[in-house]
């Protein structure tokens, strides 16, 4: 791969936006945008901070039953990085009012046919 395929800034800004998309939808509770955002299908894999969420279905009964409110967060030292014209990592930490613990994100996208999609997520906190 060259370093012209490394961060083309169409991609980028593709990618860019998705990211932040699902960043507002993530803090609204849009379920119905988190959703479309993932790759619907078995093989997609959620690593949260206290759960672990196999396929497609167990990601969107996740969605279904968490808590609507508490998830206004600040992102900081977010790093978008995409490689050729079909793959993206997302990395990010983020910080909630009240809360000690820094959050960590970081995400796999892929363009797929619909468009960008996550198939692999992962979400930590640390002390």
Known sequence: MTSEQINHPPVLAEVTDAFYRYETAL?????????????????????????????????RAFRAARPSKGLDRQLRNTVITTFGHDFAVCSTEFTREGVDK??????????????????????????
């Open 102 to 127: 820094i959050g960590r994100q970081q995400q796999t996208w892929v363009r797929m046919p619909a468009g960008w999609r996550i198939v692999a997520a992962q979400v930590s906190l640390m002390s």
């Open 27 to 59: 803090v609204t509770n849009d379920v119905e945008v988190l959703d479309e955002l993932f790759w619907h299908d078995a093989r997609t894999v959620r690593l949260g901070a206290g759960e672990n969420l196999y396929g497609i279905d167990e990601i």
